[in-house]
Protein backbone atom coordinates (compact mmCIF):
# COMPACT_ATOMS: atom_id res chain seq x y z
CA UNK A 1 0.00 0.00 0.00
CA UNK A 2 1.49 3.68 -0.79
CA UNK A 3 2.52 5.10 2.18
CA UNK A 4 5.23 7.29 3.35
CA UNK A 5 7.26 4.69 3.03
CA UNK A 6 6.67 4.03 -0.42
CA UNK A 7 8.89 4.90 -3.31
CA UNK A 8 9.28 8.03 -4.83
CA UNK A 9 12.03 9.55 -6.45
CA UNK A 10 12.05 12.85 -4.38
CA UNK A 11 12.32 10.64 -1.57
CA UNK A 12 15.53 8.90 -3.17
CA UNK A 13 17.30 12.02 -3.96
CA UNK A 14 16.66 13.17 -0.32
CA UNK A 15 18.05 10.51 1.13
CA UNK A 16 21.27 10.83 -1.64
CA UNK A 17 21.45 14.56 -0.32
CA UNK A 18 22.08 13.36 2.84
CA UNK A 19 24.78 11.16 1.88
CA UNK A 20 26.30 13.84 -0.41
CA UNK A 21 26.38 16.87 2.06
CA UNK A 22 27.69 14.30 5.17
CA UNK A 23 30.80 13.95 1.95
CA UNK A 24 31.58 17.02 2.07
CA UNK A 25 32.08 17.31 6.07
CA UNK A 26 34.94 15.31 5.17
CA UNK A 27 38.44 15.62 3.35
CA UNK A 28 37.42 13.02 0.13
CA UNK A 29 40.23 11.63 -0.34
CA UNK A 30 40.01 10.36 3.09
CA UNK A 31 36.84 8.59 1.87
CA UNK A 32 38.45 7.49 -0.41
CA UNK A 33 41.05 5.39 0.77
CA UNK A 34 38.90 4.12 3.90
CA UNK A 35 36.85 2.98 1.41
CA UNK A 36 39.64 1.15 -0.41
CA UNK A 37 41.12 -0.50 2.79
CA UNK A 38 37.93 -2.13 3.44
CA UNK A 39 37.62 -3.30 -0.16
CA UNK A 40 40.70 -4.96 0.27
CA UNK A 41 40.66 -6.57 3.61
CA UNK A 42 40.84 -10.53 3.66
CA UNK A 43 39.17 -10.82 6.70
CA UNK A 44 38.12 -14.32 8.65
CA UNK A 45 34.55 -13.79 9.24
CA UNK A 46 34.05 -12.91 5.19
CA UNK A 47 30.18 -12.92 5.43
CA UNK A 48 29.70 -10.60 8.37
CA UNK A 49 32.33 -8.16 6.41
CA UNK A 50 30.62 -8.47 3.15
CA UNK A 51 27.06 -7.63 5.68
CA UNK A 52 28.84 -4.57 7.07
CA UNK A 53 30.80 -2.89 3.94
CA UNK A 54 28.99 -4.15 0.70
CA UNK A 55 31.79 -3.31 -2.11
CA UNK A 56 28.99 -2.22 -4.15
CA UNK A 57 28.58 0.42 -1.39
CA UNK A 58 31.71 1.13 -1.05
CA UNK A 59 32.57 1.38 -4.65
CA UNK A 60 29.40 3.83 -5.51
CA UNK A 61 30.83 5.82 -2.13
CA UNK A 62 34.26 6.48 -3.86
CA UNK A 63 32.25 7.58 -7.03
CA UNK A 64 29.99 10.39 -5.38
CA UNK A 65 33.27 11.21 -3.12
CA UNK A 66 35.21 12.02 -6.32
CA UNK A 67 32.48 14.07 -7.69
CA UNK A 68 30.92 15.84 -5.10
CA UNK A 69 33.47 15.82 -2.52
CA UNK A 70 34.65 19.46 -0.81
CA UNK A 71 37.99 19.77 -2.18
CA UNK A 72 38.19 23.71 -0.66
CA UNK A 73 36.53 24.22 2.26
CA UNK A 74 38.66 24.80 5.70
CA UNK A 75 36.04 24.13 7.72
CA UNK A 76 36.37 19.86 6.55
CA UNK A 77 37.50 17.76 9.55
CA UNK A 78 39.65 14.67 9.44
CA UNK A 79 37.57 11.08 8.59
CA UNK A 80 37.47 8.92 12.18
CA UNK A 81 36.37 5.34 12.59
CA UNK A 82 33.48 6.76 14.03
CA UNK A 83 32.30 9.71 10.77
CA UNK A 84 33.28 6.82 8.26
CA UNK A 85 30.43 4.56 9.54
CA UNK A 86 27.74 7.28 10.14
CA UNK A 87 28.57 8.15 6.72
CA UNK A 88 27.82 4.51 5.93
CA UNK A 89 24.84 4.28 7.38
CA UNK A 90 23.74 7.04 5.60
CA UNK A 91 23.97 5.30 2.28
CA UNK A 92 22.49 2.44 3.99
CA UNK A 93 19.73 4.60 4.51
CA UNK A 94 19.66 5.57 1.12
CA UNK A 95 19.69 2.46 -0.35
CA UNK A 96 16.67 1.95 1.87
CA UNK A 97 14.93 4.40 -0.03
CA UNK A 98 14.91 2.43 -3.49
CA UNK A 99 12.14 0.18 -4.43
CA UNK A 100 11.39 -2.56 -2.24
CA UNK A 101 10.37 -6.35 -3.88
CA UNK A 102 7.07 -5.10 -3.77
CA UNK A 103 7.81 -2.18 -5.64
CA UNK A 104 8.63 -3.49 -8.72
CA UNK A 105 6.19 -4.75 -11.65
CA UNK A 106 7.43 -8.49 -10.52
CA UNK A 107 9.91 -9.86 -8.51
CA UNK A 108 11.90 -10.66 -11.15
CA UNK A 109 12.71 -7.33 -12.15
CA UNK A 110 13.81 -7.16 -8.38
CA UNK A 111 16.20 -9.73 -8.64
CA UNK A 112 17.26 -8.90 -12.05
CA UNK A 113 18.73 -5.52 -10.53
CA UNK A 114 20.00 -7.31 -7.25
CA UNK A 115 21.63 -9.80 -9.83
CA UNK A 116 23.38 -6.83 -12.07
CA UNK A 117 24.44 -4.90 -8.39
CA UNK A 118 26.13 -7.99 -6.85
CA UNK A 119 26.71 -11.21 -8.82
CA UNK A 120 29.54 -9.96 -10.67
CA UNK A 121 31.50 -9.06 -7.14
CA UNK A 122 30.65 -12.23 -5.95
CA UNK A 123 33.05 -15.09 -7.97
CA UNK A 124 36.55 -15.20 -7.45
CA UNK A 125 39.26 -15.09 -10.13
CA UNK A 126 39.37 -17.93 -12.69
CA UNK A 127 42.26 -18.32 -15.45
CA UNK A 128 39.96 -20.01 -17.90
CA UNK A 129 38.64 -15.97 -18.58
CA UNK A 130 41.64 -15.26 -20.09
CA UNK A 131 41.81 -18.59 -21.90
CA UNK A 132 38.95 -18.06 -23.52
CA UNK A 133 39.77 -14.42 -24.18
CA UNK A 134 43.08 -15.79 -25.82
CA UNK A 135 41.27 -18.02 -27.89
CA UNK A 136 39.05 -15.28 -29.01
CA UNK A 137 41.38 -12.64 -30.32
CA UNK A 138 45.03 -13.82 -29.54
CA UNK A 139 44.86 -16.52 -31.90
CA UNK A 140 43.95 -13.98 -34.76
CA UNK A 141 46.34 -13.00 -37.47
CA UNK A 142 48.63 -10.83 -36.52
CA UNK A 143 47.70 -8.72 -39.47
CA UNK A 144 43.17 -8.68 -38.30
CA UNK A 145 42.01 -5.37 -37.39
CA UNK A 146 41.62 -6.41 -33.87
CA UNK A 147 45.22 -6.97 -33.23
CA UNK A 148 46.14 -3.38 -35.07
CA UNK A 149 43.72 -1.70 -33.02
CA UNK A 150 44.51 -3.24 -30.15
CA UNK A 151 47.76 -2.52 -30.43
CA UNK A 152 46.78 1.15 -31.74
CA UNK A 153 44.85 2.33 -28.65
CA UNK A 154 47.20 0.11 -25.77
CA UNK A 155 51.03 0.30 -26.80
CA UNK A 156 51.07 -3.88 -26.61
CA UNK A 157 49.69 -6.70 -27.94
CA UNK A 158 47.03 -8.94 -27.10
CA UNK A 159 49.20 -11.80 -26.21
CA UNK A 160 51.70 -9.00 -24.00
CA UNK A 161 48.53 -8.15 -22.34
CA UNK A 162 47.10 -11.13 -21.24
CA UNK A 163 50.49 -12.41 -19.81
CA UNK A 164 51.37 -9.51 -18.29
CA UNK A 165 46.94 -9.29 -16.65
CA UNK A 166 48.17 -13.27 -15.35
CA UNK A 167 51.57 -11.78 -13.68
CA UNK A 168 49.37 -8.75 -11.54
CA UNK A 169 46.47 -11.20 -11.00
CA UNK A 170 48.51 -13.55 -9.49
CA UNK A 171 50.17 -11.11 -6.99
CA UNK A 172 46.93 -9.52 -6.08
CA UNK A 173 44.91 -12.97 -5.67
CA UNK A 174 47.87 -15.20 -4.91
CA UNK A 175 50.46 -13.28 -2.74
CA UNK A 176 47.68 -10.59 -1.42
CA UNK A 177 49.68 -7.87 -1.94
CA UNK A 178 48.17 -4.26 -1.53
CA UNK A 179 50.09 -2.54 -4.79
CA UNK A 180 52.83 -2.67 -7.34
CA UNK A 181 55.00 -0.73 -8.69
CA UNK A 182 56.86 -1.17 -12.48
CA UNK A 183 59.92 -2.79 -10.43
CA UNK A 184 57.96 -5.11 -9.51
CA UNK A 185 58.50 -6.82 -13.13
CA UNK A 186 61.80 -6.22 -13.25
CA UNK A 187 62.54 -9.67 -13.61
CA UNK A 188 60.29 -9.69 -17.01
CA UNK A 189 60.92 -6.31 -18.39
CA UNK A 190 63.95 -6.93 -20.50
CA UNK A 191 61.60 -9.64 -21.93
CA UNK A 192 59.54 -6.87 -23.44
CA UNK A 193 60.08 -4.18 -25.65
CA UNK A 194 60.93 -0.51 -23.84
CA UNK A 195 57.81 0.62 -21.94
CA UNK A 196 55.67 -2.09 -21.97
CA UNK A 197 55.33 -2.66 -18.70
CA UNK A 198 54.35 1.02 -17.96
CA UNK A 199 51.75 1.10 -20.88
CA UNK A 200 50.21 -1.87 -19.32
CA UNK A 201 49.81 -0.63 -16.00
CA UNK A 202 48.75 2.65 -17.56
CA UNK A 203 46.38 1.01 -19.28
CA UNK A 204 44.32 0.16 -15.98
CA UNK A 205 45.06 3.18 -13.94
CA UNK A 206 44.12 6.53 -13.26
CA UNK A 207 45.19 9.93 -11.17
CA UNK A 208 43.19 11.23 -8.21
CA UNK A 209 42.36 14.58 -10.10
CA UNK A 210 42.27 12.49 -13.65
CA UNK A 211 39.50 10.33 -12.30
CA UNK A 212 37.81 13.08 -10.68
CA UNK A 213 37.71 15.07 -13.69
CA UNK A 214 36.41 11.66 -15.71
CA UNK A 215 33.79 11.02 -13.20
CA UNK A 216 32.34 14.26 -13.03
CA UNK A 217 32.54 14.29 -16.75
CA UNK A 218 30.28 11.03 -17.12
CA UNK A 219 28.26 11.70 -14.21
CA UNK A 220 25.48 13.78 -16.40
CA UNK A 221 21.61 12.81 -15.88
CA UNK A 222 22.44 10.23 -14.60
CA UNK A 223 19.91 9.23 -11.20
CA UNK A 224 21.02 7.98 -7.49
CA UNK A 225 18.27 5.36 -7.82
CA UNK A 226 19.91 4.36 -11.18
CA UNK A 227 23.69 4.47 -9.73
CA UNK A 228 22.78 2.02 -7.21
CA UNK A 229 22.56 -0.86 -9.35
CA UNK A 230 25.25 0.02 -11.85
CA UNK A 231 28.44 -1.58 -12.23
CA UNK A 232 30.96 1.02 -11.25
CA UNK A 233 32.69 2.85 -14.12
CA UNK A 234 35.49 2.37 -11.65
CA UNK A 235 35.74 -0.88 -12.91
CA UNK A 236 36.82 0.70 -16.59
CA UNK A 237 40.53 1.70 -14.34
CA UNK A 238 40.54 -0.57 -11.45
CA UNK A 239 43.85 1.07 -10.04
CA UNK A 240 44.51 4.10 -8.61
CA UNK A 241 48.27 5.56 -9.78
CA UNK A 242 49.95 6.99 -7.07
CA UNK A 243 53.82 8.78 -6.52
CA UNK A 244 54.53 5.82 -9.19
CA UNK A 245 52.57 3.34 -7.35
CA UNK A 246 49.43 1.32 -8.28
CA UNK A 247 46.80 0.38 -5.76
CA UNK A 248 43.41 -1.49 -6.69
CA UNK A 249 40.16 -0.09 -5.83
CA UNK A 250 39.57 -4.41 -4.63
CA UNK A 251 41.05 -7.54 -6.27
CA UNK A 252 37.57 -8.49 -7.81
CA UNK A 253 37.47 -4.98 -9.60
CA UNK A 254 40.49 -5.58 -11.09
CA UNK A 255 39.58 -9.14 -12.11
CA UNK A 256 36.17 -7.89 -13.76
CA UNK A 257 38.06 -5.57 -15.61
CA UNK A 258 40.88 -8.10 -16.70
CA UNK A 259 38.26 -10.72 -17.50
CA UNK A 260 36.68 -9.14 -20.22
CA UNK A 261 39.35 -6.69 -21.04
CA UNK A 262 40.09 -7.22 -24.86
CA UNK A 263 36.39 -7.12 -25.71
CA UNK A 264 35.54 -4.04 -24.04
CA UNK A 265 38.44 -2.25 -25.43
CA UNK A 266 38.18 -3.08 -29.15
CA UNK A 267 33.96 -2.03 -28.59
CA UNK A 268 34.42 0.92 -27.19
CA UNK A 269 34.82 3.59 -29.86
CA UNK A 270 33.03 1.65 -32.45
CA UNK A 271 30.21 -0.95 -31.21
CA UNK A 272 28.46 -1.71 -34.67
CA UNK A 273 31.48 -2.21 -36.26
CA UNK A 274 32.90 -4.25 -33.84
CA UNK A 275 29.93 -6.53 -33.68
CA UNK A 276 30.53 -6.98 -37.24
CA UNK A 277 33.61 -8.58 -36.95
CA UNK A 278 33.11 -9.95 -33.23
CA UNK A 279 29.93 -11.96 -34.23
CA UNK A 280 31.16 -14.49 -36.83
CA UNK A 281 34.15 -14.76 -34.22
CA UNK A 282 31.75 -15.43 -31.02
CA UNK A 283 29.52 -17.72 -33.46
CA UNK A 284 33.32 -20.01 -34.67
CA UNK A 285 33.91 -20.20 -30.77
CA UNK A 286 30.81 -21.41 -29.57
CA UNK A 287 31.01 -23.74 -32.85
CA UNK A 288 33.85 -25.17 -31.47
CA UNK A 289 32.34 -25.85 -28.33
CA UNK A 290 29.77 -27.86 -29.98
CA UNK A 291 32.24 -29.63 -32.57
CA UNK A 292 33.75 -30.88 -28.84
CA UNK A 293 30.59 -32.28 -27.05
CA UNK A 294 30.28 -35.19 -29.42
CA UNK A 295 26.34 -34.93 -30.27
CA UNK A 296 25.36 -34.64 -34.18
CA UNK A 297 24.57 -31.50 -34.73
CA UNK A 298 23.65 -28.83 -38.23
CA UNK A 299 25.28 -25.91 -38.63
CA UNK A 300 23.46 -22.79 -39.95
CA UNK A 301 24.94 -23.53 -43.60
CA UNK A 302 24.12 -26.86 -43.61
CA UNK A 303 20.50 -25.95 -42.67
CA UNK A 304 20.33 -23.06 -45.00
CA UNK A 305 21.43 -25.42 -47.81
CA UNK A 306 18.37 -27.71 -47.01
CA UNK A 307 15.90 -25.19 -45.82
CA UNK A 308 15.12 -23.45 -49.36
CA UNK A 309 13.28 -20.43 -48.58
CA UNK A 310 14.41 -17.07 -46.95
CA UNK A 311 14.48 -16.45 -43.35
CA UNK A 312 16.75 -16.20 -40.42
CA UNK A 313 18.34 -19.30 -38.80
CA UNK A 314 20.17 -20.39 -35.90
CA UNK A 315 23.88 -21.17 -36.11
CA UNK A 316 23.45 -24.83 -34.76
CA UNK A 317 21.19 -27.05 -34.29
CA UNK A 318 21.66 -30.25 -31.70
CA UNK A 319 19.98 -33.59 -31.74
CA UNK A 320 20.22 -35.22 -28.53
CA UNK A 321 18.26 -38.23 -27.73
CA UNK A 322 16.20 -37.39 -30.47
CA UNK A 323 15.49 -34.00 -29.16
CA UNK A 324 16.07 -30.63 -31.13
CA UNK A 325 18.53 -28.02 -29.21
CA UNK A 326 18.35 -25.09 -31.07
CA UNK A 327 21.73 -22.46 -30.52
CA UNK A 328 22.08 -19.43 -31.60
CA UNK A 329 25.35 -17.43 -30.47
CA UNK A 330 25.02 -12.78 -29.95
CA UNK A 331 28.71 -11.65 -28.76
CA UNK A 332 26.74 -8.95 -26.82
CA UNK A 333 26.45 -7.47 -23.44
CA UNK A 334 23.78 -5.28 -22.09
CA UNK A 335 23.69 -1.64 -21.94
CA UNK A 336 23.55 0.59 -19.17
CA UNK A 337 19.91 1.36 -19.26
CA UNK A 338 19.27 -1.99 -19.74
CA UNK A 339 21.26 -2.95 -16.53
CA UNK A 340 19.77 -0.79 -14.42
CA UNK A 341 16.54 -0.11 -15.22
CA UNK A 342 13.24 -1.79 -13.53
CA UNK A 343 10.62 -1.08 -16.27
CA UNK A 344 10.10 -4.21 -18.67
CA UNK A 345 9.48 -1.91 -22.18
CA UNK A 346 13.39 -0.93 -21.75
CA UNK A 347 14.43 -4.17 -21.01
CA UNK A 348 12.72 -5.82 -24.18
CA UNK A 349 14.10 -2.68 -26.00
CA UNK A 350 17.92 -3.31 -24.96
CA UNK A 351 17.31 -6.58 -25.90
CA UNK A 352 15.74 -6.87 -29.24
CA UNK A 353 18.78 -6.85 -30.86
CA UNK A 354 20.07 -10.50 -28.84
CA UNK A 355 17.33 -12.03 -26.79
CA UNK A 356 14.26 -11.37 -29.21
CA UNK A 357 15.90 -11.88 -32.31
CA UNK A 358 17.71 -14.78 -30.93
CA UNK A 359 13.86 -16.21 -30.21
CA UNK A 360 12.73 -15.11 -33.55
CA UNK A 361 15.12 -16.89 -35.16
CA UNK A 362 14.54 -20.36 -33.05
CA UNK A 363 10.94 -20.04 -34.36
CA UNK A 364 11.80 -19.71 -37.50
CA UNK A 365 14.01 -22.20 -38.28
CA UNK A 366 11.60 -24.59 -36.00
CA UNK A 367 8.90 -23.93 -38.48
CA UNK A 368 11.28 -24.06 -41.78
CA UNK A 369 12.51 -27.20 -40.66
CA UNK A 370 8.50 -29.23 -39.42
CA UNK A 371 7.54 -28.09 -43.13
CA UNK A 372 10.41 -29.46 -45.16
CA UNK A 373 9.98 -32.27 -46.57
CA UNK A 374 14.09 -33.05 -47.56
CA UNK A 375 15.00 -33.83 -43.77
CA UNK A 376 13.36 -36.48 -42.23
CA UNK A 377 12.48 -36.93 -38.76
CA UNK A 378 15.02 -39.45 -37.81
CA UNK A 379 17.23 -36.91 -38.87
CA UNK A 380 15.89 -34.38 -36.31
CA UNK A 381 14.55 -36.04 -34.18
CA UNK A 382 10.36 -36.07 -32.81
CA UNK A 383 11.18 -35.19 -29.32
CA UNK A 384 11.09 -31.92 -27.70
CA UNK A 385 12.71 -28.64 -29.15
CA UNK A 386 14.45 -26.07 -26.56
CA UNK A 387 16.50 -23.08 -27.49
CA UNK A 388 19.78 -22.00 -25.94
CA UNK A 389 20.79 -18.14 -26.88
CA UNK A 390 24.55 -17.72 -25.88
CA UNK A 391 26.14 -13.88 -24.95
CA UNK A 392 29.25 -12.93 -24.42
CA UNK A 393 27.85 -11.33 -21.23
CA UNK A 394 24.85 -12.24 -18.83
CA UNK A 395 21.77 -10.36 -19.84
CA UNK A 396 20.23 -11.83 -16.50
CA UNK A 397 16.94 -12.45 -18.23
CA UNK A 398 16.22 -15.77 -16.77
CA UNK A 399 14.53 -18.28 -18.55
CA UNK A 400 12.32 -18.04 -21.62
CA UNK A 401 9.03 -18.23 -19.32
CA UNK A 402 10.20 -15.49 -16.73
CA UNK A 403 11.26 -13.43 -19.77
CA UNK A 404 8.21 -13.69 -21.61
CA UNK A 405 5.95 -13.30 -18.11
CA UNK A 406 8.15 -10.17 -16.90
CA UNK A 407 9.87 -8.56 -19.46
CA UNK A 408 8.97 -8.97 -23.28
CA UNK A 409 5.62 -10.48 -23.25
CA UNK A 410 4.21 -7.84 -25.69
CA UNK A 411 6.59 -8.02 -27.83
CA UNK A 412 6.64 -11.83 -27.97
CA UNK A 413 2.93 -12.30 -28.25
CA UNK A 414 3.62 -10.13 -31.65
CA UNK A 415 5.92 -12.69 -32.94
CA UNK A 416 3.99 -15.23 -31.90
CA UNK A 417 1.16 -13.92 -34.46
CA UNK A 418 3.33 -14.88 -36.82
CA UNK A 419 2.96 -18.20 -35.96
CA UNK A 420 -1.40 -18.40 -35.26
CA UNK A 421 -0.60 -17.65 -31.60
CA UNK A 422 1.57 -20.81 -30.70
CA UNK A 423 5.23 -21.02 -29.91
CA UNK A 424 6.89 -23.22 -32.36
CA UNK A 425 9.40 -23.73 -29.15
CA UNK A 426 7.67 -23.61 -25.72
CA UNK A 427 9.36 -20.81 -23.53
CA UNK A 428 9.38 -22.83 -20.86
CA UNK A 429 12.29 -24.60 -22.98
CA UNK A 430 14.47 -21.12 -23.32
CA UNK A 431 17.34 -20.60 -21.69
CA UNK A 432 19.48 -17.27 -22.60
CA UNK A 433 23.18 -18.00 -21.29
CA UNK A 434 26.69 -16.11 -20.90
CA UNK A 435 29.64 -17.77 -22.59
CA UNK A 436 30.65 -18.48 -18.52
CA UNK A 437 27.64 -20.89 -18.28
CA UNK A 438 27.68 -22.34 -21.86
CA UNK A 439 31.53 -23.24 -21.49
CA UNK A 440 30.97 -25.06 -18.21
CA UNK A 441 27.65 -26.66 -19.99
CA UNK A 442 29.84 -27.79 -22.94
CA UNK A 443 32.86 -29.20 -20.98
CA UNK A 444 30.98 -31.17 -18.71
CA UNK A 445 29.24 -32.92 -21.71
CA UNK A 446 32.63 -32.97 -23.83
CA UNK A 447 33.99 -34.72 -20.12
CA UNK A 448 30.78 -36.99 -20.44
CA UNK A 449 30.01 -36.06 -16.56
CA UNK A 450 26.55 -33.53 -17.94
CA UNK A 451 23.91 -35.41 -20.81
CA UNK A 452 22.33 -32.45 -22.24
CA UNK A 453 18.85 -33.28 -22.37
CA UNK A 454 19.09 -34.40 -18.41
CA UNK A 455 20.08 -31.40 -17.23
CA UNK A 456 17.48 -29.42 -19.97
CA UNK A 457 14.73 -31.71 -18.21
CA UNK A 458 16.23 -30.71 -15.19
CA UNK A 459 16.07 -27.38 -15.19
CA UNK A 460 12.69 -27.28 -16.71
CA UNK A 461 11.36 -29.08 -13.49
CA UNK A 462 13.23 -27.17 -11.18
CA UNK A 463 12.31 -23.52 -12.92
CA UNK A 464 8.52 -24.93 -12.78
CA UNK A 465 8.55 -24.55 -8.94
CA UNK A 466 9.32 -21.27 -7.08
CA UNK A 467 11.22 -23.34 -4.60
CA UNK A 468 13.51 -24.88 -6.47
CA UNK A 469 13.81 -22.03 -9.29
CA UNK A 470 17.29 -20.44 -10.56
CA UNK A 471 18.01 -17.21 -11.65
CA UNK A 472 21.08 -18.37 -13.81
CA UNK A 473 21.57 -21.87 -15.75
CA UNK A 474 24.84 -21.99 -14.44
CA UNK A 475 22.76 -22.46 -10.83
CA UNK A 476 21.29 -25.62 -12.74
CA UNK A 477 24.39 -27.25 -13.64
CA UNK A 478 25.98 -26.48 -9.70
CA UNK A 479 22.81 -28.36 -8.55
CA UNK A 480 23.21 -31.34 -10.25
CA UNK A 481 26.40 -31.56 -11.09
CA UNK A 482 27.89 -29.98 -7.88
CA UNK A 483 32.12 -30.96 -9.49
CA UNK A 484 31.34 -29.43 -12.56
CA UNK A 485 35.08 -28.00 -13.79
CA UNK A 486 35.20 -25.61 -17.01
CA UNK A 487 36.31 -27.19 -20.06
CA UNK A 488 39.28 -29.16 -20.09
CA UNK A 489 40.42 -27.04 -23.44
CA UNK A 490 40.30 -23.97 -21.49
CA UNK A 491 42.43 -25.20 -18.69
CA UNK A 492 45.00 -26.52 -21.60
CA UNK A 493 45.11 -22.40 -23.16
CA UNK A 494 45.65 -21.89 -19.62
CA UNK A 495 48.31 -23.93 -19.04
CA UNK A 496 49.72 -22.33 -22.11
CA UNK A 497 49.26 -18.80 -20.97
CA UNK A 498 51.23 -19.57 -17.83
CA UNK A 499 53.97 -21.69 -19.53
CA UNK A 500 54.40 -18.27 -21.78
CA UNK A 501 54.87 -16.41 -18.43
CA UNK A 502 57.05 -19.07 -16.82
CA UNK A 503 59.11 -18.78 -19.83
CA UNK A 504 59.71 -14.95 -19.63
CA UNK A 505 60.82 -15.26 -16.59
CA UNK A 506 63.56 -18.19 -17.53
CA UNK A 507 64.42 -17.41 -20.71
CA UNK A 508 68.29 -15.82 -20.89
CA UNK A 509 68.83 -12.77 -21.82
Not at 26 to 55: G, S, T, W
Not at 125 to 138: T, W
Not at 376 to 396: A, H, P, Q, R, W
Not at 468 to 493: C, M, S
Amino acid sequence: MPGKNHFNEERVNAAFRRVRNRLKKHFPFEIILACIKKLNEHPVDELQHLRMYPPWRLLLLIKWAFIYGEYLSPSRKSLTVNSFHYLLNRMHDFEGCLRHPGEYENIFLFFRNMAFQQFWLQHEFNMVSFARQNLLFGKLDNGHPFQKRFIEKCGISISEFIELATMIMARFTMLKEKSVTPGWFRNVANKYESGVIESFLDLLAVGLESLKEKLIKQQSNRKPQYEAYEKTPLRETPLLKHNSTYYPFCPELLARCLETFIYDILRIDGPNEFMNKFGLIFEGYVGNSIAKMKIRYFTEKELSETLSREGKLVDYLLIDKDNRIFIDAKGVEMSYLGMVGHQPEIITDKTRSSIVKGIQQGFETAKRLESNNKITKNEIGEGKSYLIVVTYKDMFVGNGLSFYEYVAKDALNKLMSQYSGLAPIPFKHMYFMSIDDFDLLAGGIASGEIELTKILEYAVKSDALRETEKFTFGQHIYALYPKTKPPVWLYDESKHILDCCKLRFNTET
